[in-house]
């Protein structure tokens, strides 16, 4: 059964900290010693998409074992980063601790905030000042925004920011409007390269939709990936695709359509 137990969670903690240590250490893992920085940061974003998955299909047992994973990635980082005298994982753990309080003054202090919006806009105030302080300035607003994101991701950060300060259609029927001039260039579009520049508009105005419509772009693009993942396993169960017309594997598609 789940337990609630704040001691038990730290000591399980303190468990896999030291585990990473022993990996690490001199009469350690052959693997564990030899990685860096550099070979294990493609595991930070495998396992952070597994999670997502798991989270996606419901998966509860699925996701209990993929978080375990995806906090490993953390501790190994850390463990590196000790080992190299920079910080250790209670270094972060201080970090995360201490912001969390900071950026929360309504719960840890005396100010107010009535909705998940103020929240947000006092969030983006408390780490403009942080960044004063630390002498990180940034030179313009997106410059906060990681272009070392993927693109999707990276869109729908530019767009809720730039919202924020009331660069935004004043609702969702002139987005609309936008992407059907959007789409209309597109499709005048004539060298590679033109057409290339307008699908990225095209997709922007898309993020900035889902946005005006409360959707989570990522996780709609998500969903319907997945969609298309079953009813084209559909499709390939009940055709030879080698030997299929596209009108036999159309009919098999819409027979995946009326599935639950």
Known sequence: MPSNSDSRAGEKFDRLVEIMSKLRGPE??????????????????????????????????????????????????????????RFSIADSLDAINDKLIRRHPHIFGDATAHTADDVKTRWDQIK?????????????M????????PALAEAQQISSKVARVGFDWPGVAPVFDKLDEELKELREATTQEHKAEELGDLMFVVVN????????????LRA????????????????????ATLEEMEAKWQEAKQLP
């Open 28 to 85: 350690g893992c052959p693997w564990d010693r030899e990685q860096t920085f550099a070979s294990i940061k493609p595991y930070l974003l495998e396992e952070a998409y597994e999670v997502m998955d798991a989270i996606d299909s419901q998966d509860w047992s699925g996701l209990q074992e993929e978080l375990g994973d995806l906090l490993l990635q953390p501790v190994f980082f850390a463990q590196m980063a000790s080992e190299d005298g």
């Open 128 to 140: 403009s000042e942080e960044k004063v302080e630390q002498g990180r300035t940034p030179v313009a």
């Open 142 to 149: 997106l410059d906060s925004v990681s272009r070392a994101q």
């Open 209 to 220: 939709l889902a946005r005006h419509l409360n959707i989570d772009a990522e996780q709609a």
């Open 224 to 243: 319907a990936n997945a969609k298309f993942r079953r009813r084209f396993a559909y499709v390939e169960q009940n055709t030879k695709l080698k030997e």
